[in-house]
């Protein structure tokens, strides 16, 4: 493995750990969990063509909402979940509408839509509008997100802070013994061909002196 190789390696576990902790994770994914209209506003007979919107974000059909006083339950895992994602602290101004072949389409309803309305402990939340529709929302991280807020922020920042510093200083120690491990290997392999270079010398020497003393070799006697 490379010298870099191995730094990323081991501050993978440092990566890890900052995502593990509260605060950390910005974003969280939000799923429909089960949806009931009351009413379509097709005109004709044809299917109503149900979708969920937030300002700024992609539409997202429910292909399977069809028909009105039928509840459609979700597992979250279809192909067009999840609905969107939710930032720390942010609300998006999110509604669902009905799509209209002749006007604008229908607003069913539109409101903002929070982190901090996903109070459950299983992290659902529930919306509903008279004569429109009865809609519930899975966000399992969403509580996470808002925890900073709903406790006094500066014990939330302060614990932030601490987790930032033990998170920098093993970043920081991984990279120290990294560099101490490669340069103790350098002057090790320094030293060895030092060794070798004066081996070599040795006999070098050893020819000078036989040389100068007129005997050379024992081949050349020979
Ligand atoms: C809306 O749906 C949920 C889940 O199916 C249900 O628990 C709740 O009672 C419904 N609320 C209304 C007002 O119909």
Redesign the pocket.
């Known amino acids: 493995m490379s010298m870099r190789g191995r730094a990323s390696f081991a501050l993978l576990p440092c990566l890890i750990l900052l995502s593990r902790i509260p605060g950390f994770i910005s974003s969280a994914i939000v799923t429909l969990d ?1 949806i ?1 209209i009351f009413n379509t506003h097709e005109w004709l007979t044809a299917d109503p063509t149900v979708y969920f919107h937030c300002k700024r974000d992609h539409k997202t059909d429910l292909p399977d909402v069809k028909k009105a006083n039928v ?1 459609y339950s979700f597992k979250g895992e279809e192909s067009w979940q999840p609905l969107t994602k939710l930032k720390k602290e942010k609300c998006k101004r999110c509604g669902f509408y009905e799509k209209d072949s002749i006007k604008s389409d229908d607003i069913l309803d539109e409101w903002e839509f929070c982190p901090s309305y996903f109070t459950d402990s299983d992290g659902k939340y ?1 919306h ?1 509008k008279d004569k429109e529709f ?1 809609a ?1 929302f899975s966000c399992p991280n969403c509580e996470s997100l808002g925890s900073d807020s709903d406790h006094s922020s500066s014990a939330g920042g302060k614990g932030m802070h601490w987790a930032l510093v033990i998170v920098i200083s093993i970043a920081v120690s991984a990279v120290f013994i990294l560099g101490l491990v490669a340069g103790y290997k350098y002057w090790q392999k320094r030293k060895r061909e030092q060794d070798q270079a004066r081996f070599l010398k040795l006999f070098e020497d050893d020819d000078d002196i036989e040389d100068e003393l007129g005997i050379g070799p024992i081949g050349s006697v020979l």
């Open positions: 089960s009931e509840l529930n509903f009865n519930t």
